[in-house]
């Protein structure tokens, strides 16, 4: 027995742990013959699974005289298709792949064998033509690679598990990348979709006869004798009635150009058609569906610029051009080869995975790469081909192996190190695609830390007037002017230029510089950076006024006395709008009189936490809350000093004698608590208690008359109402209604 085969029946457990043989027989573990035997390995365990009542000695001993039986395909269950079916197939139309993949495998023996003078003969049209027969109901796979012997067929297609590969791996292990694979398993995902299936074949060898093998998908098979004048194999499909949509030709040229389009022997499928007397016909050149050398098989050096933008627009036809390309090309520790390109992204729909294809030798594997490529390149678009990745029998699932761990880190490191040097080469050509690049990179630092350790010397920032900075260009740039008075150093931003307009110019009258962070992933990415910046903080510059987004000293407080402001207050608080999800707070300051009259600001610490439940599961409880905006009155302009002076002429003499019974009140309600206060609680009676309450009532219905009688001042004072609407359209608040009743008020204001 070959050392693969005695390896491969040593171990018979959990199929992520390695056959114990293998080692003594000097197979390395990164050898194709390694693979091969855990791929062998896997299967039976899945038949271990399948059996009920046959134990793992049975089985080892039914496959050691699996030979003897006869007439009948060599498996150790007699339920072996559903089997097939269940656990190793999930995708019917991956058959396709399967049967054009073999073909392609026995092709490629066929050069391998002349190359090694093997074969001396001429090895001419190597071709695999796929051909449909509606009327027959039949699909057809034709090649002309190495055949098969009847000894041969008996070997590789009736006994389930030995794949044809074994003995030539043995034979020709420098050659061997290139032609695993043929009749393998895949052979078996035919029966998903045929009633029958037929091989007639023909091998190389000196005095061959054709034979033809049948078989219904039971465990039963037929072989007889065949015409067949050439060297090959034609696997003809029974199309199965449930499957008739594999006898549609658009059909089968779709699963072909989506698995077969990169092969490495020219696949044909029929004849090219041109438009001729009102109707397509066909012409006497074949339909070659496949590119046999793809960009990503040749060496980098040899290719330009528009030779990555060709293979991007056979890749993806619809897509504008990509920013910049990266060629991966290693063969140590593993191999790996592909092309990734960063795409141009608009918008949200956009944002899409599953862009980016896996091949092993040039056959299209998935496009569920997460695991091999890391979760933010998943954005990125293009090919990855590697024999090294460990795959199913099936070749339809990645398997957990080290290998994988090594190929991610891999690609993130040759991301970096591309970006990085694009970043030091051309820094212009950098910045320009910044604003495109800007998400990945955003997306890679949050969602892993590596990245974030190679990517912070070339991330950028940029501020509202378009000059891009590095972290460490940006934290010497502010240091000075943006500090505050307990030493943190005060990042401002603007996520809308037009929005924020007017909060920006305060800011930069002031001297500070304020960054545009209006992209998808800003967000988290401020947050992240107040954690990995020693004494940074992240603020809008709406957030607050000028005068407070950076304390340098303790807030100028306001001249007007305390009556006066909480009067003032409640006008406004009056007059504003009842918006849904929505409160507002009025604040009374003293900003100077340049500053603007009214304005509003938002709390940052409010808004961040519920931008942040857009992004994070669990923060829902923020997104829930109403918005909360304050209103803030600047005491030092002439239109709230004339607004508060008009009111306390014209309210005086309703307010008079309210203000009045309301002081009396709370200095009852004062006396009150003092006296209780002298008392232990059970020391106080019930009357007490009534009295204090009664008290708490009349306060509170002379404050409501108060309050009535300021609102009724207010609802007549167009100032007030102009001011609140200024303050509501500067903010992108004032809508419908109001919007209309300011327009017309404007207008009558003119006048």
């Given at each position: 027995m070959c050392p693969i085969m005695d390896a491969k029946l040593t171990h018979y457990g959990d199929s992520d742990k390695k056959p114990t043989k293998l080692?003594?027989?000097?197979?390395?573990?990164?050898?194709?013959?390694?693979?091969?035997?855990?791929?062998?390995?896997?299967?039976?365990?899945?038949?271990?699974?399948?059996?009920?009542?046959?134990n793992k000695k049975q089985l080892i001993n039914t496959h050691k005289t699996i030979m003897a039986q006869k007439g009948n395909i060599g498996v150790t269950t007699e339920n072996i298709f559903p089997v097939i079916k269940k656990f190793l197939y999930s995708d019917h139309e991956i058959f396709l792949r399967e049967m054009v993949s073999n073909a392609v495998d026995a092709t490629q023996k066929m050069k391998t064998l002349a190359e090694r003078g093997d074969f001396k003969g001429e090895l001419g049209d190597l071709t695999v033509r796929v051909s449909l027969d509606a009327d027959k109901g039949t699909l057809t796979i034709s090649d002309r690679g190495i055949g098969m012997t009847e000894e041969e067929i008996?070997?590789?297609?009736?006994?389930?598990?030995?794949?044809?590969?074994?003995d030539f791996l043995d034979k020709y292990k420098d050659n061997a990348n290139a032609i695993i694979g043929h009749f393998g398993l895949g052979f078996y995902s035919s029966f998903m979709v045929s009633k029958k299936v037929e091989i007639v074949t023909r091998s190389y060898k000196e005095g061959s006869k054709a034979i033809k093998w049948s078989c219904d998908g039971s465990p039963e098979f037929e072989i007889t004798d065949a015409e067949r004048e050439?060297?090959?194999?034609?696997?003809?499909?029974?199309?199965?009635?449930?499957c008739k949509e594999f006898l549609d030709k658009l059909k089968i040229q779709e699963l072909l150009n989506k698995y077969c389009k990169f092969m490495a022997v020219p696949v044909a499928f029929g004849k090219k058609t041109e438009w001729k007397d009102g109707k397509q016909v066909d012409t006497d050149e074949d339909n070659i569906i496949n590119s046999v050398e793809p960009l990503w098989t040749k060496t980098p050096s040899t290719l330009k610029d528009e030779d990555y933008k060709n293979f991007y627009r056979t890749l993806y036809p619809m897509q504008d051009e990509p920013l910049f390309w990266i060629h991966l090309n290693v063969d140590y520790p593993f191999n790996l080869t592909g092309i990734l390109y960063f795409p141009r992204i608009k918008s949200n729909i956009e944002l899409q995975r599953n862009k980016i294809q896996l091949y092993c030798n040039q056959v299209f594997v998935t496009d569920q790469v997460e695991g091999i490529v890391p979760e933010f390149?998943?954005?990125?678009?293009?090919?990855?081909?590697?024999?090294?990745?460990?795959?199913?029998?099936?070749?339809?699932?990645?398997?957990?192996?080290?290998?994988?761990?090594?190929?991610?880190?891999?690609?993130?490191?040759?991301?970096?190190?591309?970006?990085?040097?694009?970043?030091?080469?051309?820094?212009?050509?950098?910045?320009?695609?910044?604003?495109?690049?800007?998400i990945f990179i955003n997306y890679g630092m949050l969602s892993q830390e590596d990245f974030y350790d190679r990517a912070k010397d070339f991330a950028l920032l940029k501020d509202v007037d378009g000059k891009y900075f590095t972290f460490e260009e940006y934290q010497t740039l502010i240091k000075d002017n943006q500090t505050d008075k307990d030493g943190n150093l005060i990042y401002l931003y603007a996520n809308d230029k037009e929005a924020e307009y007017s909060y920006i110019e305060a800011a930069k009258s002031k001297g500070y510089s304020v960054l545009l962070l209006d992209g998808q992933l800003d967000t988290p990415m401020v947050s992240m950076l107040e954690q990995k910046l020693e004494k940074t903080r992240f603020s809008r510059v709406d957030a607050d006024i000028v005068d407070r987004l950076i304390v340098k000293e303790d807030k100028k407080e306001s001249e007007l006395a305390k009556a006066d402001q909480d009067d003032l207050s409640q006008a406004?608080?009056?007059?504003?709008?009842?918006?849904?999800?929505?409160?507002?707070?009025?604040?009374?300051?003293?900003?100077?009189?340049?500053?603007?009259?009214?304005?509003?600001?938002?709390?940052?610490?409010?808004?961040?936490?519920?931008e942040a439940s857009k992004f994070q599961a669990g923060m829902s409880f923020y997104a829930q809350m109403p918005d909360a905006y304050n209103l803030v009155l600047n005491s030092d302009h002439p239109l709230i000093k004339n607004v508060l002076e008009k009111e306390n002429k014209e309210c005086a003499d309703q307010l008079k004698p309210v203000v009045s019974e309301l002081k009396g009140l709370e200095a009852r309600l004062a006396a009150l608590h003092q006296t209780q206060n002298a008392k232990k609680p059970e020391e106080i009676t019930q009357e007490e208690k009534d009295e204090v309450k009664t008290t708490e009532q009349s306060i509170e219905e002379q404050r409501t008359k108060k309050n009535d009688i300021i609102a009724s001042y207010a609802k007549g004072n167009n100032v007030i109402h102009q001011l609140i609407d200024l303050a509501l359209l500067q903010n992108g608040m004032l809508k419908g209604a109001a919007l209309d009743s300011f327009l017309k008020r404007s207008v009558d204001m003119i006048k």
């Open positions: 080692k003594r027989h000097g197979i390395p573990t990164q050898s194709i013959q390694y693979r091969l035997a855990r791929i062998l390995h896997t299967f039976e365990c899945m038949i271990t699974r399948a059996q009920n009542g046959i008996n070997k590789y297609i009736n006994q389930i598990a030995f794949s044809g590969v074994t050439d060297r090959g194999s034609d696997i003809i499909l029974y199309i199965d009635d449930d390149l998943t954005l990125l678009h293009g090919v990855i081909d590697s024999p090294d990745i460990p795959l199913n029998v099936s070749r339809s699932y990645l398997q957990s192996d080290a290998n994988v761990k090594k190929i991610s880190k891999y690609i993130t490191k040759k991301v970096a190190d591309r970006l990085a040097s694009i970043f030091k080469e051309n820094r212009k050509e950098y910045e320009e695609k910044w604003d495109d690049l800007k406004f608080r009056s007059q504003l709008p009842k918006v849904e999800k929505t409160e507002f707070y009025v604040d009374v300051q003293a900003l100077g009189e340049q500053a603007l009259p009214v304005l509003i600001t938002q709390s940052e610490y409010m808004r961040r936490m519920k």
